[in-house]
């Protein structure tokens, strides 16, 4: 055991673990040992001992050697050790034969071929650079303190904060093992006998870094939203991975984004190891709508990535359309905004923030879409809100810039019908209507409204056109039968119940006399034949039928008025009179006698049908109407006037003139 002193109280001794005995001649007095490196290194590793000759004392066992007779070595024991006779100093100069550079805990790592001493370091003489013939380097301006492992063969020194900064910022030093390399002067290390290290010199002996400790890069996945206003001041949120932990937690490290080659203005915050927030800057002038860079830079630059074209700064927002530009007040029309710069789609789920509101109102489900409009223009739809009737303003706001379309779109009150022309049709016909009212919003061919629905009672009346704004509408009516009520759907909403009908009718049916032969008293004003309809279908057409009246044995004038009348029969009348004017004023009978030989007829005929729809026919078409005389005697109801030639009757209660 070598130790310190003659006694070991102050602990600095090493017993040998291992040695080997130079071969001796016989009867040689001396014995050489070769201490093994482990042994060695231990005992310069102890501060204070064998390093010359005052501080190496051996003690030993009886155990050690024996002589050639057998007896056992006289012992030296603790407190009677023996200094040495003759002390040779180390002159051997150590080698750093390896180094590590850890990021993480701001360390240099030194392994040495034998133990150095640990408080006789040189930072300023400590240089890292990039390659084994340098293009990059840096001189450490200190440390912050040293450990020592591993019987001072190793020692860990401290990095100072401003020497890390600096190394984790240069974009071609210590950024791997292979960019890192180590330089050192002599004056850096010494050993324990204070020899100094062999120097590492450029291009000549510099070592590259075993280990290279970093945390791992930086991944980007996405950024949300991928556009903002361009004046900045929008949170955006960078997912990716390798962030660290929270600032305050174990293992946070500095971490910046750049957008547009400027430093996204605090606060940054790092939720978690894979999500961050920051605010973006402004943009440059004349770099809106460009597509630009992101770049991440994590522990004060020493890990980078960057990314090519995933941001864009919006310029504002423009207005250029709404369709429709009118609906009902009562809210949840689907409009669509036309403009420029309104971002990325919805569904991308990567745009800003945007709001519609109309009448100071917030619309409902607003969505952006793209790929309908031409380049460097965007689309929107959303879901108008209940308003008052009338126009109203639309603002669009991106990322809080906004735009105004004044009195852009006019909110409707529920449309009303109040006519219809053509009022008919025939059953079996396709119709061109007309239907007038109110609030039917915008002409169909200024593309400005949405499409307009008519039914006539459940049946859609096809193709309709708004051909006046608000007042007319033009459709098909399909085939039907009988009356149908009028609605009409003006963004889906329907018109109030209303007494405007549509009729389709049939065939007017066959027309005829109901009888061979009708009676009137010539006292009567008038005198009646009865036209009516045989085997008429239901919803029968109005139709006009004309009745032919002439002379039979009755003189015109004499005993009648008449010509061709023509009557209206209409719908749901199956039978109708038709008048004919009796006059008998006077006449000169054939003789003074009573009976029917007084009495006169006139023709009557069915000549024409014409109905308003479909077909009309004739089935009994002549009649005839006798007017039965009642002067019968010369004392009863007459007055007889004798004349020359004749006797001339006539009426005491004279008719009115025909």
């Known amino acids: 055991t070598l130790q310190a002193a003659s006694t070991s109280y102050m602990g600095r001794q090493h017993r040998l673990s291992h040695f080997s005995i130079v071969p001796v001649q016989v009867d040689s007095t001396q014995i050489t040992v070769n201490i093994g490196s482990t042994d060695a290194n231990t005992i310069k590793s102890i501060g204070g001992l064998a390093v010359e000759r005052f501080n190496t004392f051996l003690i030993l066992s009886s155990q050690l050697i024996k002589d050639m007779n057998g007896n056992s070595v006289v012992a030296i024991p603790d407190g009677k050790a023996q200094r040495v006779s003759t002390f040779v100093y180390d002159r051997t100069a150590p080698n750093v034969v390896a180094f590590e550079l850890d990021f993480i805990l701001g360390q240099l790592t030194f392994t040495f071929d034998e133990p150095a001493n640990g408080s006789l370091v040189s930072a300023s003489s400590i240089t890292i650079q990039n390659s084994f013939n340098a293009s990059a380097m840096h001189t450490l301006a200190g440390h912050n303190g040293i450990q020592q492992h591993t019987l001072s063969m190793v020692l860990i020194l401290n990095l100072l904060p401003a020497d890390l900064y600096t190394l984790k910022q240069h974009n071609t030093l210590a950024i791997s093992e292979s960019t890192t390399y180590l330089q050192i002067a002599s004056a850096a290390f010494q050993d324990m006998a204070g020899n100094q290290v062999v120097p590492l010199e450029n291009d000549i002996n510099v070592i590259q870094a075993s280990i290279f400790i970093h945390h791992p890069p930086p991944l980007f996945v996405k950024i949300r939203p991928v556009a903002a206003r361009a004046s900045g001041g929008t ?334 029969m209409d719908a749901f009348v199956n039978e109708i009179d038709f008048p004919v004017r009796i006059t008998a004023r006077d006449y000169l009978p054939s003789r003074l006698r009573k009976g029917q030989d007084d009495d006169v007829f006139l023709a009557v005929q069915i000549t024409e049908v014409v109905p308003r729809h479909g077909v009309g026919t004739i089935g009994c078409e002549e009649s005839k109407l006798t007017i039965k005389a009642i002067c019968q005697s010369i004392t009863f109801y007459c007055v007889a006037d004798l004349h020359k030639d004749f006797i001339v009757f006539h009426r005491t209660d004279e008719l009115p003139p025909a």
């Not at 009718?505 to 309809?533: C, H, I, M, P, W």
């Not at 008429?536 to 057409?541: E, I, L, R, T, Y």
């Open 235 to 568: 949170q955006v949120v960078i997912d990716g991975g390798n962030f660290g932990p929270r600032p305050g937690f174990a293992g946070s490290r500095p971490v910046d984004a750049f957008i547009d080659g400027k430093l996204c203005t605090s606060p940054l915050v790092i939720v978690d190891n894979s999500t961050m927030q920051c605010v973006t800057p402004a943009v440059t002038p004349g770099q809106e709508s460009m597509l630009q860079p992101i770049r991440l830079m994590i522990d004060n630059s020493s890990l980078q990535l960057n990314i090519s074209n995933v941001f864009t700064y919006l310029e504002p927002p423009t207005f250029l359309s709404v369709y429709p530009v009118a609906g009902t007040k009562q809210g949840d029309t689907v409009l669509t905004v036309s403009g420029e710069n309104f971002g990325p789609s919805t569904q991308s789920g990567e745009g800003p923030t945007i709001n519609v509101t109309i009448g100071g109102l917030p619309c409902s489900q607003v969505n952006i879409t793209t790929d309908l409009y031409p380049v460097n223009s965007s689309a929107l739809t959303c879901h108008s809100p209940g308003l008052s009737t009338g126009l109203h303003d639309i603002i669009i706001t991106v990322d809080g810039v906004s735009v105004t379309a004044p009195d852009a779109f006019r909110a409707l009150e529920p449309p009303t019908v109040v006519g219809i022309y053509p009022l008919s049709t025939f059953r079996h016909n396709s119709t061109v209507v007309n239907i007038t009212g109110t609030q039917f919003g915008p002409t169909t061919v200024s593309g400005n409204g949405r499409p307009v629905r008519v039914y006539l009672d459940d049946i859609l009346c096809l193709n309709p056109v708004v051909l006046l704004k608000d007042t007319l509408i033009q459709c098909t009516a399909q085939p039907s039968l009988g009356p149908s009520n009028i609605t009409v759907y003006v963004d889906d909403i329907p018109s109030p119940d209303n007494s405007v009908e549509f009729w389709h009718y049939d065939n007017a049916g066959k027309l005829s006399f109901n009888s061979a032969e009708f009676f009137v008293s010539e006292e009567e004003v008038f005198g009646n034949v009865t036209v009516v309809r045989e085997n008429f279908p239901q919803f029968a057409s109005p139709v006009e039928i004309t009745v032919w009246a002439r002379d039979g044995s009755a003189q015109t004038g004499a005993h009648f008025v008449a010509a061709n009348t023509t009557i209206l």
